[in-house]
């Protein structure tokens, strides 16, 4: 008699049925689920760590290079106004790709001055106009001629890392814009 799945085997000396192959089919097909389901796991995993550490590394670019440009601001010795572009028309999404500054030009060039809001900790370069140069090292103003301190005063930016929107979002009322 071949062997069927479902074949009934009596163990004379316990007088029990015992049913033989259906239980090994059940528990390879939870094998396979389960190790399925792990190297779906484990595939994802590697995809969000991957995006985790490439972001981390553009984060620490951006900084590199606001701290580097507020370096060359602080060492600017004149601030004079400049013709700059306030249209933004080249200003894309902040990547990688789009940090191809030369942060002391640009600054030379283009800087103002610095936006900082102390009780949080952020400081940036000011830069005059808005291009995608400008709101790679720093924030750009919007509208020609303006005074820092005197009247409103317009500031385009991207908050490129995490720590950048955290301390924006925490900022109180009273703190003072410099």
Request: net charge positive.
């Amino acid at each position: 008699m071949p062997f069927s799945i479902s074949q009934e085997v009596r163990d004379v000396t316990k007088k029990k049925v015992i049913k033989i192959g259906r239980s090994g089919a059940k528990r390879k097909k939870r094998i396979l689920i389960a190790a399925g389901s792990a190297g779906v796991f484990l595939f994802v995993s590697i995809f969000f760590l991957i995006g985790y550490l490439q972001q981390r590394s553009f984060e620490t670019s951006i900084a590199e290079i606001q701290a580097e440009a507020l370096t060359v601001m602080e060492n600017k010795e004149e601030i004079k106004a400049r013709p700059a572009d306030y249209s933004g028309m080249d200003v894309e999404t902040l990547e990688p790709g789009t940090l191809n500054v030369n942060v002391q030009d640009q600054v030379s060039q283009f800087g103002v001055g610095t936006f900082e809001i102390p009780s949080i900790g952020l400081k940036l370069p000011v830069l005059e106009g808005i291009t995608q140069a400008n709101i790679s090292i720093g924030v750009g103003t919007v509208k020609p001629n303006q005074a820092i301190g005197k009247g409103n005063f317009a500031l385009l930016g991207v908050t490129g890392t995490s720590v950048q929107k955290i301390a924006v979002e925490k900022r109180t009322t009273d703190d003072k814009l410099r």
